[in-house]
C-alpha cells in the first residue's frame, strides 16, 4: 500500500477506537477486552514488520511479549523502579536479548531462522519455571502473582476503573503504531522492498540485509518488551501459560485475518480476532477448534487479509511498475 | 554406575532410532519442497491416537494388524493435506510463510480436536513384546529392542523406496533439482503429495511406536515437533544422511543430559548445541546451501 | 510436425516473446539463431510446456497442446535438453538416464533405449555409477542429451549444446545430431557456435528482441551477408 493510504487508514482506525469508550465506558468487561486488542494490535503490528516488511520468518513474537512482561514486574518488584519506567526498561532488556537472538541467527536462511527463533520461544517456559527463572524472581512454575499496577506522577490506575488505562494504552499503541509507519515509509522501509524482491541485487547495491536486519529485530523486540510490560502491570499477574501455543495462534490469526505484510492490517486484524476470541468463549475446548479451522479456511481463501481484500476492492490507480529482467 | 552408563546408552540408542524414523520425513519434506510443516508434532499424536482407537476395537490385539491400518489411513491422510491445504498456496510468492501459518492452524486445529474427542487425560498403549532380557543387573526390555528393530526397519523401507521404485527416484530428483525433474516429465505436484504423505506416516508410525513408552497426549506432538526439527537443522535441512546422524546424536545427548543433570535441562542443552553447531556451521553438519 | 502460431510468452510481466511463428516439419533439423537473452531458450520451453504463462497455439501432429504440462507432453513424445544440463547431481550416470525415462511411453522401451544410448556415448557406459556432479563440463553435456533421449522422443528441442563444451567436442555433437535425426527423430536445435550444426539445418530461423526476424534455406541464410557475418561468424 502507498504511504498515504496507510497514514489514512490508520487516523481512521485510531479515531473511531479512541471514541469507543463512549459506548462502553460504563462495561469494565468491554474496556478490558479493548484493552487486550490495543496490546495485541502492538504486538501483532511489530511482527508484519518483522514478517511481512523485513522478510525475517521470526517466530519469537510471543517470547519476546513474555519476557518483556517478565522482565518489567520483576525489575519494579525487585528494585522498586515506578512501573512507568520499568517497562521501558523491560523494552530494553528485550532489545538487547532480541540482538543476542538475531546476531546468530539472522544470517541464517528463512527456515533455519524460524528454528532458532521458535526455539527461544520453546526454551523460555523451561527456563522461567527452573531454578535460573526461580533465582530471577519469576516465582518458577506459580508465576507472579503481585505485580505493582501502573502509576503516572502519583496516579495509580486500577483494573477496576479501564478507561484511564484504555487511553494510555491508545496513546502507546497509536505511538508504536507511528514509529512503525515512519520505518515503513523510511529508506528502511525501501530497503526492505529491496532486499524482499532480490536480495542478492540490494546486497551489490550495498544495502547490508544483515545491519537492516538487526535494526528492525531490535526496534520491534524493544515495543514488544514495552508493551509486554504494560500488559504485566494491567493484568496484575503472570504465568508461564501464555508461552501455550495458543496465544502464538492468537497472533497469527490477527495477522492472518489483517493480512501479511499489510500494516496497518494487523492492526484490524487485532480487535477482530481478540473480539471474535471473547465471543467463542462460552464454547469452550471447541473454540480453539474453530480458531485453528479459521486459519485453514482464511490462508486459503483470503490469503492477503482484509487489507487485502480492501485492496482488490479499490484498486491503486498507478499500474504495477514492470520488472525488465534480462534473462 | 556402569549398568547405569549402558541403561542410558541404549535409551539414547533407542529414542535416537525414533527421531531419527521422524526427522528423515521432516527434512524429506523440506528437501522435496522446501514447505515447513508445523502440524508435523500433531501428526505424530495422529499416530498414537489411531492406534488407541484400533486397540479399542475389541478383534485387534496385536502390532502387526495396527501397522496395516494404519499406514494406509495416515498415508491417504497426509497426501490430501498436501493437495487441498498446501498445494494451492504454492502460486504464491509468500507461500512459504503461508505454508507455516496454515500448517499451524492446522496443528490447532489438530490438538484440540484430539482433546475433545479423547480427553486431556493420557492414553497408553500396550506394549509391542513382553517380557526382558536379564543379566545381573543388566535389564534390556524386549519393547525397547522391538522398538528399535522397527524403527530402524522402517529407515531401510523408506531407503529402499527410495532407491530402487520409480516413484522413490522421482522423489529424489524433485530434492536434487526442480527444473530437471520437470524437464524429464515429472509430475511435481504429484511428488509433492506423496512426499508429504509418506512423511506423514513416519512421523506417525514414530508415534505408535513412542507411545508405548511415553504415552498419547493431545499436545504431546510440540515437543516431538521442536525435536525432529532441532535434528533436521543440526544435521543439515534437506539432508537425510545428516538427520541420521543428528537423531542418534540428540538421542544420546538427551539421554546423558537427562541422566546427568535431570530432564529439564535437555531441551536447554539441544538448543545449546544447536546454536553453536549454527553459529559455525549454518547450513547444519550436513546441509548445503540453495 | 510441431507448428508455432503468434506465440506470447512472459516470465511474470516481461513480454519475451512476441507474436512467433514457426514450423518445424518431420525429420528436419531446424537451427534457431539469435544474440543472447533474446528469447530462444523460451521458444524451446514453451513448446515443451516448460513456461506457465503463453498465448498463441502450438500445435503437434496438427494437435493443440498449448498450455499443456511437460510431464503430458513428455509423454507424447516432446523433450527439452536444456541449455544448463539440469541434471540429478547426486545420483548415478545410470540413474539420469533411467528417470529419462520416467514417462509412461518410455518404459517400455527403456532397455532398448539404454542400449541405444550407450552405444551412441560409449563414454558413458563406462561411467555408469559415476554421479553426475563429478562429471565435466563435456560428459555431463552428454548425459544431458543422452538422458533426453531417454524419453523415446519423436521431437526434441536442444538448447545451445556447445554451452560449455571444449571446441573439439564440437565435432562430436554435431555427429550425434545428424545421428539421432537419422534415426527419425525431429529436431529444433538453439546452436551458433557449431558451424556444422548449421550445415544440416534444413530451415534457419532468426529471433531477434522476441520476433522471427529471419526465415529461410541455409543457402539463403548464408547468402545474407548481415546473418552470416553476425551469427554464423563465418
Not at chain 1, 511482527?47 to 518489567?72: E, H, K, N
Not at chain 3, 498463441?56 to 544448463?84: F, R
Request: one cysteine or more.
Amino acid at each position: 500500500m502507498e504511504h498515504k493510504r496507510i497514514a489514512i487508514l490508520l487516523a481512521v482506525i485510531w479515531g473511531i477506537v479512541a471514541i469507543l469508550p463512549l459506548f462502553f465506558g460504563s462495561t469494565n468487561f468491554i474496556m478490558h477486552i479493548l484493552i487486550m486488542c490495543l496490546i495485541w494490535s502492538v504486538v501483532a503490528s511489530c511482527w508484519d514488520l518483522i514478517m511481512g516488511f523485513a522478510g525475517i520468518f521470526s517466530f519469537g513474537q510471543v517470547a519476546f511479549f513474555v519476557i518483556g512482561s517478565y522482565s518489567s514486574a520483576i525489575v519494579s518488584a525487585r528494585f522498586g523502579v515506578a512501573p512507568i519506567f520499568s517497562v521501558f526498561i523491560a523494552g530494553g532488556i528485550t532489545a538487547i536479548l532480541g540482538i543476542l537472538v538475531g546476531l546468530p541467527c539472522l544470517k541464517l536462511k528463512g527456515a533455519y531462522i524460524a528454528l532458532v527463533t521458535f526455539a527461544v520461544h520453546m526454551i523460555l517456559e523451561p527456563v522461567l519455571k527452573g531454578d535460573i527463572g526461580k533465582a530471577l524472581g519469576t516465582g518458577g512454575s506459580r508465576g507472579i502473582l503481585t505485580i505493582n499496577p501502573m502509576n503516572i506522577f502519583g496516579y495509580t490506575f486500577s483494573s477496576s476503573e479501564p478507561v484511564p488505562y484504555f487511553y494510555l494504552m491508545l496513546f502507546v499503541a497509536v505511538l508504536c503504531s507511528a514509529i512503525i509507519f515512519l520505518v515503513i515509509k523510511s529508506h528502511w522501509g525501501t530497503a526492505f522492498l529491496a532486499l524482499k524482491d532480490a536480495e542478492d541485487f540490494a546486497t551489490c547495491l550495498g544495502v547490508s540485509a544483515f545491519k537492516y536486519k538487526l535494526m528492525v529485530f531490535a526496534l520491534t523486540s524493544f515495543l514488544t518488551g514495552m508493551i509486554g510490560g504494560f500488559y504485566a502491570h494491567y493484568v496484575g499477574m503472570l504465568s508461564t501459560r501464555m508461552l501455550g501455543i495458543d496465544l502464538f495462534v492468537t497472533l497469527m490469526v490477527i495477522l492472518v485475518i489483517g493480512g501479511v505484510g499489510k500494516f496497518p492490517g494487523a492492526i484490524i486484524g487485532a480487535f477482530i480476532t481478540i473480539a471474535l476470541n471473547e465471543m467463542l468463549s462460552p464454547i469452550g475446548s471447541y473454540r480453539p477448534i474453530i480458531l485453528g479451522a479459521l486459519v485453514v479456511i482464511l490462508v486459503l481463501v483470503l490469503p492477503d487479509g482484509i487489507v487485502g481484500l480492501f485492496e482488490k476492492i479499490f484498486p491503486k490507480k498507478t499500474t504495477k511498475k514492470k520488472y525488465e529482467v534480462t534473462h | 554406575m556402569l549398568i547405569e552408563i549402558i541403561d542410558v546408552i541404549i535409551s539414547g540408542l533407542i529414542n535416537g532410532s525414533v527421531y531419527a524414523l521422524m526427522a528423515v520425513g521432516l527434512t524429506l519434506i523440506y528437501g522435496v519442497s522446501k514447505a515447513f510443516n508445523f502440524a508435523y508434532g500433531s501428526f505424530y499424536s495422529m499416530g498414537g491416537y489411531i492406534a488407541f482407537l484400533l486397540f479399542g476395537a475389541s478383534f485387534i490385539n496385536n502390532y502387526l494388524v495396527v501397522f496395516c491400518l494404519a499406514v494406509p489411513i495416515l498415508l491417504v491422510f497426509g497426501f490430501f493435506i498436501e493437495k487441498f491445504l498446501v498445494a494451492p498456496l504454492r502460486k504464491r510468492d509468500d507461500w512459504e510463510i503461508k505454508v507455516m501459518m496454515i500448517t499451524l492452524g492446522l496443528a490447532l486445529f489438530l490438538d484440540n480436536s484430539y482433546q475433545v474427542v479423547f480427553g486431556a487425560r493420557m492414553k497408553s498403549l500396550p506394549s509391542i513384546l513382553e517380557g526382558s532380557f536379564e543379566l545381573g543387573e543388566f535389564i534390556l526390555s524386549y519393547q525397547d529392542v522391538g522398538i528399535f528393530i522397527l524403527s530402524i526397519g522402517g529407515i531401510l523401507i523408506f531407503r529402499w523406496f527410495l532407491n530402487n521404485t520409480r516413484t522413490g527416484m522421482s522423489v529424489r530428483a524433485v530434492a536434487q533439482n526442480p527444473a530437471g525433474a520437470q524437464i524429464v516429465g515429472i509430475p511435481k505436484d504429484f511428488v509433492f503429495a506423496a512426499t508429504f504423505a509418506i512423511s506423514t506416516v513416519m512421523v506417525g508410525m514414530g508415534g505408535i511406536l513412542l507411545a508405548q513408552k511415553y504415552f498419547i497426549t493431545p499436545t504431546g506432538g510440540w515437543d516431538i515437533l521442536v525435536k525432529a526439527w532441532v535434528i533436521t537443522a543440526f544435521g543439515g535441512m534437506g539432508s537425510i544422511k545428516g538427520s541420521l546422524y543428528a537423531a542418534f546424536i540428540v538421542g544420546m545427548l538427551e539421554a546423558f543430559v537427562g541422566w546427568y543433570f535431570g530432564m529439564t535441562w535437555t531441551l536447554i542443552a539441544l538448543f545449546a548445541v544447536l546454536l553453536t553447531t549454527l553459529a559455525i556451521r549454518p547450513q547444519g553438519l550436513m546441509g548445503k546451501w540453495g | 510436425m510441431i507448428k508455432v502460431q503468434d506465440l506470447n510468452a512472459f516470465y511474470d510481466d516481461f513480454h519475451v516473446l512476441k507474436n512467433v511463428s514457426l514450423e518445424v516439419g518431420k525429420g528436419q533439423v531446424v537451427v534457431m539463431l539469435g544474440p543472447n537473452g533474446h528469447g530462444k531458450s523460451t521458444v524451446l520451453k514453451s513448446i515443451c510446456g516448460l513456461v506457465d504463462k503463453v498465448s498463441g497455439i502450438i500445435s503437434y501432429n496438427l494437435e493443440n497442446i498449448t498450455g499443456k504440462g511437460s510431464e503430458k507432453l513428455v509423454n507424447q513424445g516432446i523433450t527439452y535438453i536444456a541449455e544448463n544440463r539440469e541434471l540429478f547431481p547426486e545420483m548415478s550416470v545410470l540413474e539420469n538416464l533411467k528417470l529419462g525415462a520416467y514417462s509412461m511411453s518410455a518404459r517400455p522401451h527403456e532397455k532398448k533405449n539404454l542400449e541405444k544410448v550407450f552405444s551412441l556415448f560409449p563414454r558413458l557406459a563406462d561411467r555408469q555409477t559415476q554421479l553426475a556432479s563429478t562429471m565435466s563440463g563435456g560428459e555431463a553435456r552428454m548425459l544431458a542429451i543422452a538422458r533426453g533421449l531417454m524419453s523415446n522422443a519423436k521431437f526434441l528441442a536442444i538448447d545451445e549444446p556447445s554451452l560449455g563444451l571444449q571446441p573439439n567436442l564440437r565435432d562430436e555433437v554435431a555427429r550425434i545430431i545428424k545421428e539421432i535425426n537419422s534415426q527419425g527423430i525431429t529436431i529444433l536445435v538453439v546452436e551458433q557456435n557449431i558451424p556444422q550444426i548449421t550445415e544440416l539445418a534444413d530451415k534457419i530461423y532468426v529471433l531477434e528482441e522476441g520476433s522471427i526476424s529471419f526465415e529461410g534455406s541455409k543457402e539463403e541464410a548464408l547468402g545474407n551477408d548481415h546473418l552470416k557475418e553476425i551469427f554464423l561468424g563465418m
